[in-house]
């Protein structure tokens, strides 16, 4: 299964455990992109709406694009008695959008799933001129909060965490954006914290893409490893949390 699509396998696991956004990081935006019922917004690949409530509440015609079924189907549980919102189930590379044009185009951690001439050229061509293009994502930082922690967890990391299929990915350049027409170009940073227990520790880690592929015997002594480090650190692991913001834009 390509990693891309290995989140619709855990939908409930998913919406519960990924990381949500800051309220600065969804304020600025709305005030750079200037969204509101006037405007008509996609996201590219919502999974269960990580990034969808802040733009959907202001009203905008929200429009949604997503790969995976079961992920769709909660997209819909979850926000469908919104008029104003609206999703397809398909994949962004082959979609025919027609002759449809949005003021702003925005990811949530999934555009780097896609080949980096297709993400920029595709939503270049599908934004309005002076539409934003907005791409975000969080950097987890929990080696400063408790470095034996840290420490204990590299262990269980070097013993047991041999994925089946290795994570490549990684080679997408955001800051390639200009490259395909693209204008004022800059990248903000917003900051959160998370708190969580052992249990919550490894539900969060077990909705990672390469960590979700590995074969027993490892993976069980790998979670349980994971387990047993926080609860001797006080069962708790905190998070401190970068989101990420780049924006950039299409000239008028």
């Known amino acids: 299964m390509e990693f891309r699509k290995i989140f619709d396998t855990i939908p409930e696991k998913f919406d519960k455990f990924r990381p949500r956004y800051s309220k ?6 709305i005030e750079y992109a200037k969204i509101g019922k006037d405007r ?18 202001t009203g905008c015609d929200y429009n949604a694009i997503e790969l ?13 008695q919104y008029e104003n919102f609206h ?25 780097q799933w896609i080949p980096e001439d297709i ?13 934003t293009l907005a791409m975000m994502f969080t950097l987890s930082d929990y080696k400063s909060t408790n470095e034996e922690l840290y420490s204990d967890i590299q262990k269980v990391y070097d013993e047991y965490f041999k994925p089946e299929t290795p994570y490549t990915h990684g080679g997408f350049r ?39 592929v ?18 001797k650190h006080g069962d708790k692991v905190i998070f401190n949390d970068t989101y990420v913001l780049y924006l950039t834009k299409k000239p008028l």
Not at 40 to 57: H, K, M, R
């Open 174 to 212: 955001y800051e390639n954006a200009p490259e395909y027409g693209y204008v004022d170009f800059e990248r903000r940073e917003f900051y959160g914290k998370r708190e969580m227990t052992a249990k919550e520790y490894v539900m969060f880690s077990g909705t990672h893409c390469d960590h979700m």
């Open 119 to 131: 993400a920029f050229s595709k939503t270049f061509d599908l934004l309005k001129p002076g539409g």
């Open 40 to 57: 008509s917004v996609l996201e590219i690949g919502p999974g269960t709406g990580q990034a969808t409530d802040p733009i959907l509440n």
């Open 68 to 80: 995976g079924e079961h992920l769709y189907e909660k997209m819909k549980e979850k926000f469908g």
């Open 214 to 231: 590995i074969p027993e015997p490892y993976n069980t002594k790998f979670f349980e490893g994971l387990k047993n480090a926080v609860l």
């Open 87 to 111: 999703i397809v189930n398909d994949d962004f590379i082959t979609h025919d959008f027609k002759d449809r044009k949005f003021d702003m185009i925005y990811s949530a951690t999934t555009i």
């Open 24 to 29: 600065e990081l969804f304020d600025a935006l």
